[in-house]
């Protein structure tokens, strides 16, 4: 079947597979192998069909999606990829995440690892010996999912000049708005996960506390440190963080590293005062309900006062002892 001849209908989006792998069930990517349309997906095929171009100078005005009722079906898709791109730009929370689960209810139960000290320790097994065991379990308590999203309040007759790519900035702030609120929720369950503490030794944070909160996490490697914004020119103004290499990157990409070679990020003094270390190969754990969620039969039918986007996620740690809380 060509992607010329698919019904587009509302029904799309009511499928337990959502938008996109419904719409790839019916227009296969891989039929489009070694044609001009390799690469692209199901939707963006779509685009094509009715001429929508969403990027560069010459983009389309929104109205361009109203044009057919068949193209109109697609606008809820192209607003849930503009606020998952902002997303995915946001990118303090990916450097927590250390796997994203992807579930289809709104309850979860993660697993977890009941390792003591010794159990972590490599040993010599002899012939006929026990071999030590490393037993996973699922927790007590469902990871809490929380819905987070924003209300999308604009007038048809108030937008449908305006051109696409202008729109997606919008839209892409909306999703940047979206991932700092989740973001808030990762710090939270970071801090109550049960995670060490490390005392510091004066008043204030000095690089001997640093090297004692970086030294603690053995046997795993301490890749991320999340700072308050409040305490962060303290670190920053250290002999130490002032080294030629890290400030290298610093001045030549943004990028905060310290001289440990974890990466620095910033965030609200609201969320955290001190520091949270981290590795983020085996922290935190991300639970996702669905993709990005629209009011599609709003959107579809130009009625966009008040349609909601949102999405439904939560987060669970992983090893609590790849945590480490100082100040």
């Known amino acids: 079947m060509s992607f010329d001849n698919i019904k587009l209908e509302k029904g799309l989006y009511t499928t337990s597979k959502g938008f996109t792998k419904s719409l790839e069930e019916l227009d296969p990517s891989e039929n489009y192998k070694g044609t001009e349309y390799e690469g692209l997906d199901a939707f963006q095929r779509q685009l094509k069909r009715f001429d929508i171009k969403v990027t560069g100078s010459d983009s389309d005005c929104v109205s361009k999606f109203f044009e057919t009722s068949s193209?109109?079906?697609l606008f809820p898709e192209y607003i849930a990829r503009a606020v998952h791109q902002g997303i995915e730009e946001n990118t303090t929370l990916d450097k927590l995440i250390a796997a994203t689960t992807k579930i289809d209810a709104?309850?979860?139960r993660a697993i977890q690892c009941n390792a003591s000290e010794?159990?972590?320790t490599l040993m010599d097994v002899g012939?006929?010996?026990f071999i030590p065991e490393t037993e996973i379990t699922t927790k007590d308590s469902l990871t809490r999912?929380?819905?987070r999203g924003r209300m999308l309040v604009a007038s048809y007759e108030a937008i449908k000049f305006?051109?696409?790519d202008m729109f997606t900035i919008m839209l892409k702030k909306i999703g940047d708005s979206i991932a700092k609120q989740q973001l808030a929720d990762a710090v939270n369950v970071l801090k109550n996960s049960g995670a060490e503490e490390i005392d510091i030794a004066g008043d204030t944070i000095a690089y001997t506390d640093i090297i004692k909160l970086w030294n603690s996490f053995s046997p795993y490697n301490m890749t991320t440190m999340l700072c308050s914004s409040e305490l962060l020119p303290d670190l920053l103004n250290m002999d130490e963080f002032k080294d030629s290499n890290a400030g290298l990157v610093f001045h030549?990409?943004?990028?905060?590293?310290?001289p440990l070679g974890a990466e620095?990020?910033?965030i609200d003094s609201s969320l955290c005062e001190g520091i949270i270390g981290l590795d983020n190969n085996y922290a935190l754990e991300k639970v996702q309900a669905g993709e990005v969620l629209t009011e599609f039969d709003k959107l579809i039918d130009r009625q966009l006062e008040r349609a909601v986007i949102s999405t439904i996620t939560g987060f669970s740690t992983i090893f609590s002892d790849a945590v480490k809380l100082m100040g």
Request: net charge positive; no cysteine.
């Open 252 to 258: 030549g990409t943004g990028k905060m590293i310290t």
């Open 127 to 129: 012939e006929g010996a």
């Open 264 to 266: 620095l990020e910033k």
């Open 106 to 108: 709104l309850d979860y």
């Open 162 to 164: 305006q051109r696409l």
């Open 145 to 147: 999912l929380k819905k």
């Open 118 to 120: 010794e159990d972590k």
């Open 71 to 73: 193209s109109s079906v």
